[in-house]
């Protein structure tokens, strides 16, 4: 009965701030790769960010480089994704997504929703003036 639990969107004007949160009480993180996505309306839903189990590895969309930034805390279960210099074109649902379990080998995470085993039903995040 586990799954992912977004929050921490909302309304922000552009050149704001939104820190957004994902999070599985029932699931350890430590075993799975986290994939931030969303989808704006009208638009496939794209890969933004994305994290290894440790936290070593991460990859970003074009779009979103230098501007937003994915971290994890395992003790916690959580997953961030600091989205800061916030435009108009980042409106959309945002989801996260796991990747796993994942034992003893490395696994790189990329931005794709190929084999995803849990999804989060979404944060809306609006930014406009």
């Known amino acids: 009965q586990s799954q992912l639990v977004e929050s921490g969107g909302g309304l922000v004007q552009p050149g704001g701030s939104l820190r957004l949160s994902c999070v599985a009480p029932g699931l350890n993180f430590d075993y799975y790769n986290i994939v931030w996505f969303r989808q704006a309306p009208g638009k496939e839903r794209e890969g933004v960010s994305c994290i290894s189990t440790g936290g070593r590895q991460t990859d970003y969309a074009d779009s979103v480089k230098g501007r937003f930034t994915i971290s994890r805390d395992n003790a916690k279960s959580t997953v961030y994704l600091q989205m800061s210099s916030l435009k108009p074109e980042d409106t959309a649902h945002y989801y996260c997504?796991?990747?796993?379990?994942?034992?003893?080998?490395?696994?790189?995470?990329?931005?794709?929703?190929?084999?995803?085993?849990?999804w989060g039903k979404g944060t809306l995040v609006t930014v406009s003036s």
């Open positions: 997504a796991a990747d796993g379990p994942i034992l003893t080998s490395f696994r790189r995470c990329t931005l794709d929703d190929y084999g995803m085993d849990y």
